[in-house]
């Protein structure tokens, strides 16, 4: 479904919008970054988790065949 949508801007409104609009937008990728930054720790943090649980079975193999 496709909408289209007309917009009459009156004396300096366009303007406005586009400023509000810009800043939206900014906010809005700032947001995403932060939480990108945030899911890249996470995904560290199981990495270290899923070398910890190799490391760890590997060591209970060695000593089971001691």
Same mark, same amino acid.
Do not use: P
């Given at each position: 479904m496709n909408i289209q949508r007309e917009d009459?801007?009156?004396?300096?409104?366009?303007?406005?919008?586009?400023?509000?609009?810009?800043?939206?937008y900014d906010h809005v990728i700032i947001?995403?970054?932060e939480h990108i930054r945030e899911l890249a720790v996470v995904i560290d943090h199981l990495n270290q988790f899923?070398?910890? !649980?190799?490391?760890? *079975?590997f060591s209970? !193999?060695?000593?089971? *065949?001691s």
């Amino acid at each position: 479904m496709n909408i289209q949508r007309e917009d009459t801007f009156y004396f300096g409104e366009a303007e406005e919008f586009e400023r509000v609009t810009k800043a939206i937008y900014d906010h809005v990728i700032i947001q995403l970054a932060e939480h990108i930054r945030e899911l890249a720790v996470v995904i560290d943090h199981l990495n270290q988790f899923k070398s910890y !649980i190799y490391a760890n *079975k590997f060591s209970i !193999i060695i000593k089971d *065949k001691s």
